[in-house]
């Protein structure tokens, strides 16, 4: 409406700060609470390890604009700023999916019910999978368009970054099939445990990308939270592989594989019906349905032939779902 940036901050911190008064309201509503019962600190023992855990992410995940305003020129910035919507966004729209199964997976390791929890486990897996691959494919073919599109009339910086891209994506793709891992690490408690693969994702995400920004820009600092996240991946897969779920490693490994010749699938498809071309903005929407619709396929395909049964299981989950809310 014309109002200056300070005014349009002003309207979202508003409406974040209702959130949490709303919810103070309805617990002091809902629940009794007695205040003057003295802490039992041995049910939080672990509180700061975990407070390391969410530390080491938030490192992470600001390490990127924080190298490059100290090392490269404030433009870079603003072309990280952009691709960084689309991260933002996907990372958002993959959490959705698991948020809440902490607890889920929390009562069958204090009920020992390791079958139903090696079921579900992953049938969780191969559906955080089946979204990495389809969003991150699709995101990774079609946001270089979307970037030239969204910049048009921008002159003063080249905002068309392919491999910058690339790499970004491909990061968030393992950030994504390592939700399970980390919601299952922290639905047994096992922070103490894992510390030190947290530890080794922040030093290296500084390292390398320091190392690397001046000669490579962003290219640089984008390959140096890629191999900080592909470690804590790892690192997450082999503890689950050991400690709970045997084979978790080999079907990391399994997965990373599919999605890539997935995605180079569907860049070549891309490519032959050179849907590459110069577009407006209608045009680009139109496109990126073509390719989801593609992706879908492959994706679906490529279940099929690597996770059968589970596939099987997360759509009877999904159908059961939908019909009991039917019902209600």
């Given at each position: 409406m014309g109002f200056g940036i300070h005014v349009v901050k002003l309207g979202s911190a508003f409406a974040y700060t209702l959130y949490p008064i709303i919810l103070h309201s309805y617990v002091r509503k809902r629940y009794k609470i007695d205040y003057t019962v003295k802490p039992d600190n041995l049910a939080i023992k672990q509180r700061w390890d975990a407070f390391f855990h969410q530390v080491a992410y938030f490192v992470t995940t600001n390490t990127d604009t924080i190298v490059l305003t100290v090392f490269a020129n404030i433009k870079e910035v603003y072309v990280y700023s952009v691709y960084n919507l689309v991260i933002v966004a996907i990372r958002k729209f993959s959490t959705s999916f698991t948020n809440g199964l902490?607890?889920?997976?929390?009562?069958?390791?204090?009920?020992?019910?390791?079958?139903?929890?090696?079921?579900?486990?992953?049938?969780?897996?191969?559906?955080?999978?089946?979204?990495?691959?389809?969003?991150?494919?699709?995101?990774?073919?079609?946001?270089?368009?979307?970037?030239?599109?969204?910049?048009?009339?921008?002159?003063?910086?080249?905002?068309?970054?392919?491999?910058?891209?690339?790499?970004?994506?491909?990061?968030?793709?393992?950030?994504?099939?390592?939700?399970?891992?980390?919601?299952?690490?922290?639905?047994?408690?096992?922070?103490?445990?894992?510390?030190?693969?947290?530890?080794?994702?922040?030093?290296?995400n500084i390292s390398i990308s320091i190392l690397l920004v001046i000669r490579f820009g962003l290219v640089g600092v984008a390959v140096g939270t890629f191999v900080s996240i592909l470690i804590r991946t790892f690192g997450f897969s082999s503890f689950i592989s050991e400690h709970f779920i045997e084979g978790t490693l080999k079907r990391t490994l399994q997965m990373i594989m599919m999605a890539v010749v997935?995605?180079?699938?569907?860049?070549?498809?891309?490519?032959?019906?050179?849907?590459?071309?110069?577009?407006?903005?209608?045009?680009?929407?139109?496109?990126?349905?073509?390719?989801?619709?593609?992706?879908?396929?492959?994706?679906?395909?490529?279940?099929?032939?690597?996770?059968?049964?589970?596939?099987?299981?997360?759509?009877?989950?999904?159908?059961?779902?939908?019909?009991?809310?039917?019902?209600?």
């Open positions: 902490e607890s889920a997976f929390g009562n069958m390791i204090a009920g020992e019910e390791k079958r139903l929890l090696r079921e579900n486990f992953m049938i969780v897996e191969t559906m955080t999978f089946a979204i990495g691959s389809f969003v991150c494919i699709v995101a990774g073919v079609m946001i270089v368009p979307f970037v030239n599109v969204y910049t048009k009339n921008v002159v003063d910086v080249q905002y068309s970054r392919p491999l910058f891209a690339t790499i970004m994506i491909a990061g968030q793709f393992l950030e994504t099939i390592r939700q399970p891992y980390q919601i299952l690490i922290q639905a047994a408690g096992k922070y103490k445990e894992t510390k030190r693969i947290v530890i080794f994702e922040p030093l290296i997935d995605a180079v699938f569907v860049y070549i498809v891309y490519y032959l019906l050179k849907l590459g071309t110069t577009m407006t903005f209608v045009a680009w929407v139109g496109h990126t349905l073509i390719v989801s619709a593609i992706t879908l396929i492959v994706v679906f395909c490529s279940l099929t032939l690597l996770r059968r049964n589970e596939l099987i299981k997360l759509i009877s989950k999904i159908k059961t779902i939908i019909v009991g809310k039917k019902r209600g």
